[in-house]
């Protein structure tokens, strides 16, 4: 059992473009042009608003509105509506990953390799990500390392949220939406926007949830495992002149998921995975506040200064029993409260959109903070016998220089350059100890680095239709400290490097048929380097730690996507096929009876001793694909009825580089079907929603050594009235 790394073990786009079938609780981020064609979609990814069909990103993207029609309000949602990503959700954490790269490892020092940012600051790296979606203005979700610009930079991609702003001489606006369904599920969310002068406007948002558990659990223990979620949002946006704007948000989430549940990782079949019993007392809680404070200034001449201040400050709490059974041994439990604290500051400056050279130049610091109370961090294997215990301080700290460049000919060229300069470091100041074995360590040490990553693209705009790019993008994730091994003498192995991808890609966007169909068509090529993985020492098999695979991944892929309207008609496709495959690479599975030394780069080969070349990387499924179809009925008195299918599939994929079936690394494929009826009368929509209407039971997540499942079957009712 990895228990030394578990510090906190804790369609295509289905876009619907049509005119409104539902009321749309939050302004779209499309530019309006007429209803029965697609819609001009923008992303913000290089710090200013760009046209997504003229941009070299591969990407997905998602209005407010289209969140709500869909009812997505979680991040594991977000795999079922673009190609390529999966999301292996173990509740306050997960493994997010793009193109098989993200993140590989459930613990706080393996850092994430796809950010997530809200409103444009970066958010806790992997952690607290339940935070649900509500009154959004858009979602981009970008593929491919984003090395110039993201946060602590990016591997595997990048998640941009942004919710709705404050409008001045807006008028008492917003909108309020109820849900019922099964499960006892209720839910109550709306915003108001609070006109204040001719240059202040606030905006208050909230949201709130309960519903029982989708598990039954035989006890002795059962506890209260259901769902309450509670947050709020206040915005403040001031504009004394024209060149100035000040925008101020303050979140705050408590969010209580009862518990993550879940049967040994080694049952095969997927027929229990509700149905289970449990010894050990088990809760699960995320309270967290972030606040954001971001100024833009214009100058005469068009070029922009801005300023992104983050603060985020969190506390996790989770009781678990992880080995999924009531038997008196294994024995297995966890009971962990950290503390998180994260600031960051962004500084940019920003030419004018237009001209022959526009450019980007800017700054990034970021500090995280994991703080582990004493007596408040125990693994039990069992409890009573070996308490593994941990408290301490571990912190990060990312620091970069950035800027882009870009040259624009007349005939329709562009040349792109962007480079990014990254130091970083971790540092360890902790206390580990097994009280019955009367063992105590101190770790202070710190491990730290710098990158130098960017972009080159060649783009050309054939005609206003047809837009193609061709790049080379690097992106890069900090190495980290490993723990000290207990039963060694307190020995701590040395930290794991920093991991590297190296992205070839090409792509073509068009808009055809008069502006009914837009298509976007892209392939890539990726060397992935020092992939970070929990492993066994080479020198000591019987002990594991976090290593770098030593030679390189190769990932290489076509990816799909297609929107259409064709008057009431609208529906979206797309698709993802995926190849992967390891390089050279010797170890022993950590799971099964370790023989001798294994050397990562030279074995020998044994039986014990395993090449794992060739084999495919880890969360990188070969085929997603994503269909919605959806037809506006007109009825009498100017209603509506708009019925909405969508389908997604992700192919199977493995939660380990060992590929062995009998431990439980193999994740089966996940179909999920949705279904939507809406009404619209007037500004009312009342929806009859359905998600995973087939109840496909499948693996949502491995976290050793348990399974978690996914969602299964929910239906209701959702009414959404705009004022």
């Known amino acids: 059992m990895k228990t030394h790394a578990m510090w906190l073990s804790a369609s295509v786009l289905t876009l619907a473009w049509t005119g409104v079938a539902n009321a749309q609780a939050a302004p779209p981020t499309k530019q309006q042009n007429t209803a029965d064609t697609v819609q001009e979609l923008v992303v913000t990814a290089e710090r200013r608003v760009e046209n997504l069909q003229k941009t070299a990103i591969a990407a997905t993207v998602m209005t407010g509105a289209d969140l709500q029609k869909q009812g997505i309000v979680t991040v594991d949602q977000l795999q079922f509506v673009s190609p390529s990503l999966t999301v292996n959700n173990f509740g306050q954490g997960n493994d997010f990953d793009i193109r098989g790269i993200g993140k590989g490892e459930h613990n706080t020092q393996t850092g994430t390799g796809v950010v997530t940012y809200r409103d444009g600051v970066a958010t806790f790296p992997g952690y607290f990500q339940e935070e649900p979606y509500y009154d959004v203005s858009g979602v981009e979700i970008l593929r491919g390392p984003q090395g110039t610009f993201s946060g602590q930079n990016a591997t595997g991609g ?68 259901g769902l309450k979620w509670g947050s709020a949002r206040f915005s403040l946006l001031w504009t004394p002149t024209d060149k100035l704007k000040v925008l101020w948000k303050t979140d705050y989430n408590y969010l209580d998921n009862g518990g993550y549940f879940g049967d040994p990782i080694t049952n095969l079949g997927t027929s229990n995975l509700f149905n289970f019993s449990n010894n050990y007392k088990t809760f699960a809680t995320d309270q967290f506040a972030r606040t954001i404070l971001k100024v833009d200034y214009t100058t005469d001449s ?104 870009s040259w624009n000919w007349d005939n329709g060229l562009q040349l792109q350059v962007g480079a990014r300069y990254s130091k970083w470091s971790s540092t360890n100041r902790v206390y580990y100890t097994v009280p019955e074995f009367a063992l105590d360590f101190y770790q202070n040490e710190t491990t730290d680095g710098n990158n130098l990553t960017g972009k080159v693209a060649l783009n050309w705009n054939i005609n206003p239709d047809n837009f ?54 892209g392939g890539y090529y990726n060397s992935f380097d020092h992939f970070q993985v929990i492993l066994p020492i080479p020198s000591q098999p019987t002990s594991t730690t976090e290593q770098n695979v030593p030679n390189a991944t190769k990932l290489y892929g076509i990816e799909a996507q297609a929107q259409a309207v064709f008057g009431d008609f609208s529906g979206s496709i797309g698709l993802g096929l995926e190849h992967s495959e390891l390089g050279t690479f010797f170890t022993e599975d950590p799971r099964l009876t370790a023989v001798g030394t294994c050397n990562p780069t030279t074995g020998p080969l044994t039986a014990a001793c395993i090449n794992l070349s060739g084999k495919p990387q880890t969360y990188a499924p070969d085929f997603t694909f994503n269909v919605l179809l959806q037809y506006n009925f007109h009825l009498g008195n100017g209603d509506m009825l ?82």
């Open 158 to 225: 990048a998640v941009i949220i942004n919710t709705v702003d404050p409008k001045i001489n807006g008028g008492y606006t917003g909108y309020v939406q109820a849900q019922v369904g099964n499960y006892a599920d209720w839910g109550v969310q709306g915003a108001v926007n609070l006109p204040i002068s001719d240059t202040l406007a606030a905006r208050f948002a909230f949201n709130t949830e309960e519903r029982n558990s989708f598990y039954h659990i035989s006890g002795p223990w059962t506890g209260d495992p």
């Open 468 to 521: 193609v790019y061709a790049f080379v993008a690097t992106g890069a994730k900090p190495g980290g400290l490993n723990t000290a091994l207990y039963f060694a003498g307190g020995a701590v192995p040395p930290p794991f490097k920093q991991e590297y991808v190296t992205d070839y890609e090409i792509g073509w966007k068009a808009t055809l048929l008069d502006n009914h169909l837009h298509t976007q068509l």
């Open 302 to 405: 068009g070029i922009t200064l801005r300023s992104i201040s983050g603060y985020q400050q969190g506390r996790t709490a989770w009781t678990g029993d992880i080995d999924g059974t009531a038997l008196a041994a294994p024995n297995y439990i966890i009971a962990e409260d950290v503390n998180e604290r994260l600031w960051s500051e962004e500084v940019n400056i920003i030419s004018p959109d237009k001209g022959p050279l526009t450019w980007v130049v800017g700054a990034y610091y970021q500090n995280n903070r994991y703080d582990f109370p004493s007596g408040l961090f125990d693994i039990g294997v069992p409890p009573g016998a070996v308490d593994e215990d941990l408290n301490g301080i571990n912190s990060t700290y990312t620091a970069a220089a950035f800027g882009q460049v």
């Open 642 to 723: 708009t019925p909405q299918v969508s389908f997604s599939h992700i192919s199977d994929q493995w939660g380990t580089l060992f590929d062995n079936v009998s431990q439980g690394d193999y994740l089966g494929a996940r179909d999920i079907m949705n279904a939507n009826l809406a009404w619209t009368h007037g500004d009312l929509v009342i929806t009859a929603y359905g998600a995973n209407v087939t109840d496909d039971h499948y693996i949502a997540a491995l976290l050793s050594p348990i399974r978690l499942a996914g969602a299964p079957r929910q239906y209701g009712l959702r009414i959404t009235k705009p004022f």
